[in-house]
């Protein structure tokens, strides 16, 4: 089957520490995204991808990191510069000729 | 510039009840217009989308909405509301494909609340 997977779905993590989360997609899509969620505030764009080897600072990027060096994946890691990192990360994907993305499971992460 | 207004963080409907889940949008240029639904702790599963020709639009779950462009809204109904359609919905909005990259700005989310 198709689709997006995000591991791990719950991440602690303590604060000062960095943290990696995994976005891998078998959709052949080559535009990648990363949002975050918090309650009460829809879906805030981190970081997008448009193609292998380059992305794009989204509107709340500080305290973000990606990169894309494959296709298929698209990690991000939140960095100990992020102050309030305890979130619901979503990545999703599209392909070209698609209008819509399509979402992973998730992440929740809970700074402790 | 594009934005979506969702009026009414939480909405309660009794269980057969009409379903009416408003959603309001501003486009500089013709707009995709999107609904999502999300169940608790999970991703977000596309319900349906407006791109071009009929503005009435049917999805998934007996879903429906209408593109309605001297209002612009994109109203998400359904005519009973099941146990199982207690989720929250985002509506969204992006610019029409014109190649690239597609900005795609969210709502801020209705949680739907069916009660038996």
């Known amino acids: 089957d198709g689709g997006i997977t995000q591991s791990p779905k719950y991440l602690f993590r303590k604060e000062g520490q960095n943290v990696t989360l995994s976005c891998e997609q078998n959709l052949n899509h080559d535009a990648m995204y990363w949002y975050r969620q918090d309650p009460g505030q829809g879906l805030r764009l981190i970081y997008y991808?448009?193609?292998?080897?380059?992305?794009q600072k989204g509107d709340i990027a500080e305290g973000y990191s990606v990169s894309r060096e494959k296709k298929e994946s698209f990690p991000l890691t939140v960095t100990s510069a992020q102050k309030n990192p305890t979130a619901f990360y979503l990545c999703?994907?599209?392909?070209?000729?698609?209008?819509?993305?399509?979402f992973g499971p998730g992440t929740r992460l809970t700074v402790l | 510039a594009q934005s979506v207004t969702q009026l009414g963080s939480h909405v309660s409907v009794s269980e057969g009840a009409l379903v009416l889940l408003r959603c309001n949008y501003s486009s500089s240029v013709p707009p995709y217009l999107f609904w999502y639904v999300q169940y608790p702790n999970q991703g977000l599963q596309l319900l349906l989308k407006y791109t071009t020709g009929a503005t009435l639009v049917k999805g998934i779950n007996g879903f429906e909405a209408e593109f309605k462009k001297s209002e612009t809204s994109f109203h998400l109904t359904k005519p009973s509301a099941h146990m199982s359609d207690a989720a929250e919905y985002f509506c969204?909005?992006?610019?029409?494909?014109?190649?690239?990259?597609?900005?795609?700005?969210f709502g801020t989310g209705t949680k739907l609340q069916v009660i038996p």
């Open positions: 969204a909005v992006s610019p029409m494909n014109s190649g690239g990259y597609q900005k795609v700005t």
């Open positions: 991808s448009q193609i292998v080897n380059d992305f």
């Open positions: 999703a994907s599209k392909g070209l000729a698609i209008n819509e993305q399509f």
